[in-house]
């Protein structure tokens, strides 16, 4: 997929200049349980040595280093580095078996346009990892269409889908947080915002996956 490396590539050019203030990295971590397959939760990670607050979603701080191999024939492959001394990733990936199969969307965006859309954006799954002591290594490829949920996006009864305050959440008031609950204590009733709930309340549980 020369299109993918060629992203890539660019993606570890910008990594390099976000020292600069001009760009920074992103990652977007969907997290999934290695040993059943499930969605666990998603985290959200920067670059960089302070919070970013992107499109109304705070990034963590999380340094790390990439790494970007390529071989003939075969599909890009990047290795994430990184010291997780406050156990952001760690404890993720000890208690759900190393999260083989989470998603990964990496995001360079202009530290000037924190509202607007990424420079780039290229989703990666997780393939394996490994930590020793506090450093932990990530390898990521090219997300695989074998492994994509279909449809994409999975119909909930009780959990909403979409993320807090983005434009499909339509959520702009003052309160900083969200439960991704319909009624739940800190849910979309507790916001007022009822009519954008991203689950499907109205379907009945049988054992089922629903999807459009």
């Given at each position: 997929m020369p299109n993918k490396a060629l992203s890539v590539n660019t993606v570890l050019e910008k990594n390099k200049l976000a020292s600069g203030n001009a760009f920074?990295?992103?990652?977007?971590?969907?997290?999934?349980?290695?040993?059943?397959?499930?969605?666990?939760?998603?985290?959200?990670?920067?670059?960089?040595?302070?919070?970013?607050?992107?499109?109304?979603?705070?990034?963590?701080?999380?340094?790390?280093?990439?790494?970007?191999?390529?071989?003939?024939?075969?599909?890009?492959?990047?290795?994430?580095?990184?010291?997780?001394?406050?156990?952001v990733l760690m404890n993720k990936l000890n208690e759900f078996g190393g999260a083989a199969g989470s998603i990964l969307i990496m995001r360079i965006v202009n530290s000037a346009n924190l509202n607007g859309s990424p420079e780039i954006e290229e989703t990666f799954e997780l393939l394996e990892s490994s930590a020793n002591d506090f450093q932990i290594t990530l390898k990521i490829g090219v997300e695989s269409s074998l492994r994509k949920i279909f449809p994409r996006r999975t119909q909930m009864r009780d959990r909403c889908a979409w993320r807090y305050k983005s434009a499909e959440c339509g959520y702009n008031g003052s309160l900083p947080t969200c439960?991704?609950?319909?009624?739940?204590p800190n849910g979309c009733a507790a916001h007022g915002n009822t009519v954008n709930f991203g689950g499907f309340p109205g379907l009945v549980s049988r054992g089922i996956r629903y999807g459009r």
């Open positions: 920074l990295v992103l990652m977007e971590i969907q997290v999934m349980n290695a040993h059943t397959g499930q969605f666990v939760e998603t985290i959200f990670v920067a670059n960089n040595n302070e919070p970013v607050v992107f499109q109304n979603e705070t990034y963590v701080p999380f340094p790390f280093d990439l790494e970007l191999k390529e071989e003939a024939g075969a599909l890009p492959e990047l290795t994430l580095r990184a010291m997780d001394f406050q156990k439960d991704l609950t319909l009624q739940g």
